[in-house]
């Protein structure tokens, strides 16, 4: 082939693929390129172009969104306590966004479970001053190798500073810059590992990747996820918030109680459906093709989960 039709051919598909790059990032700056570039890979590399904001909440708890998992912040005199640590590369913006909060040095973080866009921040927050608490799984999937199918790929542990010095099983409560923090394990859902955070007198709960506001969720059969433990896990989430609870998810706006509910009955409704369809024979292909969860793609699938993937997590559990 002629060279000028090489570099013509390469310069159309660079145009396409930063074109397509900036649309996805309007849209959801957690979608992936994965044919090209693993997603983990991808999603490290473009961290430090990330765009943070910071949400205020009630009782000096703010939310960092876009550096991977909703990241809540507790400022005061015991130092900051963060709830989940993104992507390391965001490092500079996440110093930036703290900043922006506090003057307090940092000090605890807390991790919602062991998925890299929760924990990637882990070591270098260690080194700025963090202790790390967990759940026992948490700390075990980042203390050994641990392969996630949906994403085809395996995590080498993380760095030693990267591993939670703490761990609990079932239940903790920690009382930290004046508030009391309750922790509590729920029974495998999105991991095995997964915990809710509430500070109880601000009444705001952040959930973890039990509850994705807006956006079809992953759900890591790899690491003990299920479709029956997420909807175990909302149901646990909905019997636990009132009318006037905050509710932080893992990915997505700042939510509440009916927002909870509608994500509840979308997962019971797609698990009906895709069950349904299983049990006549039709194979995952055919039912992507049936469209089950046709009244939610257009506002549900644009984000890092596309409709089939999440049809194919869904159908993976029933
Ligand atoms: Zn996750």
Same mark, same amino acid.
């Given at each position: +082939?002629?060279?000028?039709? %090489?570099?013509?051919?390469?310069?159309?598909?660079?145009? =396409?693929?930063?074109? +397509?790059?900036?649309? =996805?990032?309007?849209?959801?700056?957690?979608? +992936?390129?994965?044919?090209?570039?693993?997603?983990?890979?991808?999603?490290?590399?473009?961290?430090?172009?990330?765009?943070?904001?910071?949400?205020?909440?009630? *009782?000096?708890?703010?939310?960092?969104?876009?550096?991977?998992?909703?990241?809540?912040?507790?400022?005061?005199?015991?130092?900051?306590?963060?709830? %989940?640590?993104?992507?390391?590369?965001?490092?500079? #913006?996440?110093?930036?966004?703290?900043?922006?909060?506090?003057?307090?040095?940092?000090?605890?973080?807390? $991790?919602?479970?062991?998925?890299?866009?929760?924990?990637?921040?882990?070591?270098?927050?260690?080194?700025?001053?963090?202790?790390?608490?967990?759940?026992?799984?948490?700390?075990?999937?980042?203390?050994?190798?641990?392969?996630?199918?949906?994403?085809?790929?395996?995590?080498?542990?993380?760095?030693? *500073?990267?591993?939670?010095?703490? =761990?609990?099983?079932?239940?903790?409560?920690?009382?930290?810059?004046?508030?009391?923090?309750?922790?509590?394990?729920?029974?495998?859902?999105?991991?095995?590992?997964?915990?809710?955070?509430?500070?109880?007198?601000?009444?705001?709960?952040?959930?973890?990747?039990?509850?994705?506001?807006?956006?079809?969720?992953?759900?890591?059969?790899?690491?003990?996820?299920?479709? %029956?433990?997420?909807?175990?896990?909302?149901?646990?989430?909905?019997?636990?918030?009132?009318?006037? +609870?905050?509710?932080?998810?893992?990915?997505?706006?700042?939510?509440? #109680?009916?927002?909870?509910?509608?994500?509840?009955?979308?997962?019971?409704?797609?698990?009906?459906?895709?069950?349904?369809? #299983?049990?006549?024979?039709?194979?995952?292909?055919?039912? =992507?093709?049936?469209?089950?969860?046709?009244?939610?793609?257009? #506002?549900?699938? $644009?984000?890092?989960?596309?409709?089939? %993937?999440?049809? *194919?997590?869904?159908?993976? *559990?029933?």
């Amino acid at each position: +082939m002629n060279s000028k039709l %090489d570099a013509d051919i390469s310069r159309r598909r660079f145009l =396409v693929s930063t074109s +397509m790059a900036a649309t =996805v990032a309007l849209l959801a700056p957690r979608h +992936m390129f994965a044919q090209d570039e693993g997603l983990v890979q991808t999603a490290r590399r473009t961290a430090a172009a990330a765009t943070i904001t910071v949400q205020q909440l009630l *009782g000096k708890i703010s939310v960092l969104m876009g550096a991977g998992g909703n990241i809540a912040v507790l400022p005061g005199r015991d130092g900051n306590v963060l709830i %989940d640590g993104g992507y390391a590369g965001a490092r500079p #913006k996440i110093t930036a966004a703290l900043a922006s909060i506090s003057s307090d040095p940092i000090k605890h973080l807390i $991790n919602t479970h062991w998925h890299f866009d929760h924990t990637d921040g882990n070591e270098w927050l260690h080194s700025a001053g963090a202790t790390i608490l967990s759940h026992t799984n948490t700390r075990k999937h980042l203390s050994t190798a641990t392969r996630v199918e949906g994403w085809n790929f395996t995590f080498p542990p993380s760095p030693p *500073g990267g591993i939670p010095a703490e =761990v609990f099983d079932d239940e903790r409560t920690v009382q930290l810059n004046g508030m009391t923090i309750a922790l509590k394990h729920y029974a495998p859902a999105h991991t095995d590992g997964d915990i809710s955070v509430h500070f109880t007198s601000a009444d705001i709960f952040h959930v973890g990747d039990t509850f994705w506001n807006g956006y079809y969720p992953f759900i890591d059969y790899s690491t003990g996820g299920s479709i %029956d433990g997420m909807i175990r896990a909302t149901g646990a989430n909905l019997a636990k918030v009132t009318d006037s +609870m905050i509710v932080i998810p893992g990915h997505g706006a700042v939510g509440d #109680k009916s927002q909870l509910a509608f994500y509840h009955d979308l997962l019971v409704g797609a698990r009906e459906k895709v069950a349904a369809l #299983k049990k006549q024979g039709k194979s995952l292909n055919e039912i =992507v093709s049936a469209k089950p969860t046709a009244a939610t793609d257009a #506002k549900w699938g $644009n984000g890092f989960r596309k409709p089939k %993937d999440f049809i *194919g997590d869904v159908f993976l *559990g029933v």
